[in-house]
């Protein structure tokens, strides 16, 4: 009897902390900072936007604008963490604990889950430091502001937005900015200018130039932009007509010889004055070539990162009304280190089934793969992807891809990355191409890979979360 009377006495006990924690993180989420937090966000994203629509040619002006940036996604990051946690225990349970992941039963809360001490006063000590530093950016955002406001307005595009995210120009408002002032200089007498624009495989170097490119005001300064590669420098000679004002774009994938480039830079300067120069490159020792200070076209910082995959994972969706699926997002984005055509295929797949079931699978499946290479050779695939190497993921082995004019041709079929991540159809036996993305507006990039049948992480994939449905087609 004694035994039975201290049993439930533990366990009234325990209910009771559980319920006192739970009712002071509910003071703290509904606390008039976390609102207080939200409107000035609010107020902070307006700006950038603007700012993101003016012609900004102040240097100091660009520098207060990647502080007033970093600051707005960071304060996101803290938001999402405070706003979703509270109905989210059992959902954080399974994302942190990947061997508890399991896709055959309901995803339940545990009734003993509560927020510990330690973590209440780290959320706190996040919302107030986001709090902080957002309430220090406002503080100095009026001259900002005012400044802002005698910036030549660049001209609207309809879908501008839609092209940042689809193409992947997101954020980058500091490297734009940067860009289009070198091109848009006045002409000084002399050789033409140079600019590296320098970054690592695949951070959005080459969507940055085309971005700028597009704009009305480049397009009327030049009369001719060409693209070459550095492997062809000789073809600028074979333009020797041009007398057009011209921009020349070089993307270089080694090094090259600087006698073939004195070559190059001669031709450039005898075609006409007020001719620039694009260097495109992730060889750092070509900034050697520039007239001007390079630009570096890093990773997204995390916040950032993860503010982009969330939105582009959620749509049109509302997350708010998806509460279970934030913790998810936050794993991805650390599981993806920031690449930006990963993001966009994985986002795409997800976006389509706001399910936290197949939500799991999915992060259990890029789980499963980033441990063994990472046990195997502390190795992340997506590094081998950028060397050049293939990644075996699950049952197949997928070669680094190709962009649509130099996708290979052949007969083979034809598969989809989200044909194979819902299960709709298993892989055929044998070789086949994998359509990874497919870009919805012009041109229409596709990135193809090779991809080989090759089940011998087989046994290590998770329960299909089509467990009791019909079977799934295969190829052949």
Known sequence: MELIISSITGDLTSRLISFLMNKCFDTLYSNEKVKRLEQLLQRVHMVVQEADGRYITNHCMLTHLKTIVAAMYS????????????????????????????????????????????????????????????????????????????CERMSYKPYDAYLYIDNFMFGRHVEKQHLINFLLENNIPGPPAVIPVIGGHKVGKRTLVT??????????????????????????????????????????????????????????????????????????????????????????????????????????????????????????????????IQANILADVLRKNLNVHFWLFALKGVQITVKKYLSMNGTHPHELFDQGHPVHLTDYVLYPADTTENAPNNDLPKLTFGDLITGRIFPPKGNFNLVSWESRIPPYTSFVHMARFSPSLAEDKPESHLSGRKRPRSVS
């Open 75 to 150: 304060g996101y990051h803290a938001l999402d963490t405070i706003k979703y946690m509270k109905n989210n225990e059992g959902a954080n349970d399974l994302v942190n604990d990947s061997s508890a992941l399991s896709f055959a039963t309901p995803l339940k809360r545990s009734r003993t889950t509560t927020v510990c001490p330690e973590t209440k006063k780290k959320l706190s000590m996040q919302l107030l430091g986001a709090l902080q530093n957002i309430e220090t950016v406002i503080g100095d955002i009026n001259e900002f502001v005012i400044l802002l406001a005698g």
């Open 211 to 340: 971005h700028v490119c597009n704009d009305e005001r480049i397009r009327s300064h030049f009369s001719l932009i060409f693209h070459i590669s550095g492997a062809d420098l000789s073809r600028i000679t074979e333009n020797g007509n041009i007398s057009a004002r011209t921009l020349v774009i070089v993307e270089f994938i080694s090094d090259v010889d600087d006698n073939d480039w004195i070559t190059f830079y001669s031709s450039v300067a005898n075609l006409n004055r007020g001719n620039k120069v694009i260097i495109l490159t992730k060889i750092q020792k070509l900034e050697r070539f520039g007239t001007v200070k390079p630009i570096a076209v890093d990773r997204l910082v995390y916040e950032e990162y993860r503010y982009l995959f969330k939105t582009l994972a959620f749509g049109s969706a509302n997350p708010m009304n998806h509460p279970q699926l934030v913790p998810i997002v936050e794993e991805f984005a650390m599981l993806l280190r920031g690449r930006l």
